[in-house]
């Protein structure tokens, strides 16, 4: 199992690769767009199936997605308590018997992602360690709240901290087709973050077909998106393997014209380890090996790690644990 520090990478975009300076608004290229759905809920449907790892391979794949797990709390209740237990699970994720019985060492996952409030105490509770905070910004999970509110926002999130700011689009500039309007508010929110890498949250569920998808998610990558991201998990619909086809098509697009790379990142209703190697495995087949990185490749997920660790204590054992035995916070 090659688990060696050497394929485990944390850094930002920017410290990897050159950050997306974005591009002129191309009408045309957007207007092309298009999406065969029965096509991609067929491709979609086989996945699972065909991309099935057992073993040594399953705990190498697992390990991998821990590194790319945005390690998550966006509840109303959230508090610093809570906040420092999810930092302390990020910087050890897995328990160190487990890890030891791998042969593995200094795993943590890629980020720790919290509402603005909670910043501050993640950020020091993470100081010294690398792993970056990313917080939620724009009038999440609705992206409604006026306009220069949500660039003031994403503003105080930067001071406060925050390397990563996830920020969520307008979903009516999608679905009246107001393309400029979407490029306009992009470029603005990732003007705002400035050094700080920007994920675009599209909200996938709510843009109501896979064209759209594809449209806005070119629309955020020309306007200098840093990744694009699903959703927020607070939609009825969030992450699914068909609209995560249609965006690492679009990624891989913008990669071919342009030579710059955009991060991806799934979100919301992914709890499962069986889930989590499937979408790299799609990774893996739509977009290559560079982007199983944590600098191009993020799950936003909260329950995942904890499914994760309990497969990993099963491959050691060959016994599974009750889920007390993994708490995330």
Request: hydrophobic share 40%; aromatic share 6%.
């Amino acid at each position: 199992m090659d688990t060696t520090q050497d394929h485990i990478v944390r850094d930002l975009p920017q410290t990897v690769e050159p950050r997306n300076p974005g591009m002129d608004l191309d009408m045309d290229w957007v207007r092309m767009a298009q999406a065969n759905t029965s096509a991609i809920e067929r491709r979609a449907a086989t996945l699972p199936g065909r991309r099935s790892v057992k073993k040594d391979y399953q705990a190498a794949w697992l390990l991998k997605a821990i590194t790319c797990i945005d390690l998550t709390t966006l509840s109303g209740d959230d508090t610093e308590g809570r906040v420092r237990r999810l930092c302390a699970k990020a910087k050890q994720p897995v328990r160190t018997d487990i890890l030891d019985a791998l042969g593995v060492s200094g795993i943590t996952t890629g980020a720790v992602c919290v509402y603005h409030e909670m910043v501050p105490a993640a950020v020091a509770a993470l100081e010294g360690t690398g792993i970056p905070v990313a917080a939620v910004s724009t009038g999440f999970p609705a992206g409604l709240s006026p306009f220069k509110l949500r660039v003031a926002e994403i503003s105080e999130s930067v001071d406060a901290g925050a390397e990563e700011i996830d920020i969520v689009i307008s979903r009516r500039h999608v679905l009246t087709g107001n393309w400029q309007a979407l490029y306009d508010e992009m470029r603005e929110f990732r003007a705002a973050c400035g050094d700080a890498h920007v994920k675009a949250i599209l909200a996938t569920g709510e843009l109501g077909t896979l064209r759209n998808v594809a449209r806005a998610s070119l629309v955020c990558m020309m306007a200098g998106a840093d990744f694009i991201k699903t959703s927020t998990g607070k939609e009825g619909v969030n992450a699914t393997l068909p609209v995560s086809l249609v965006m690492m098509r679009a990624i891989r697009a913008y990669h071919d014209r342009t030579g710059i790379r955009v991060g991806y990142k799934p979100a919301g209703g992914i709890s499962k380890a069986k889930d989590a190697i499937t979408y790299l495995a799609l990774v893996k087949e739509e977009l290559g090996n560079r982007w199983l990185q944590p600098d191009l490749f993020r799950f936003g997920a909260s329950s995942l790690l904890g499914d994760i660790e309990r497969q990993l204590e099963h491959h050691v054992t060959g016994a599974y644990s009750a889920g007390w035995r993994h708490p995330v916070s």
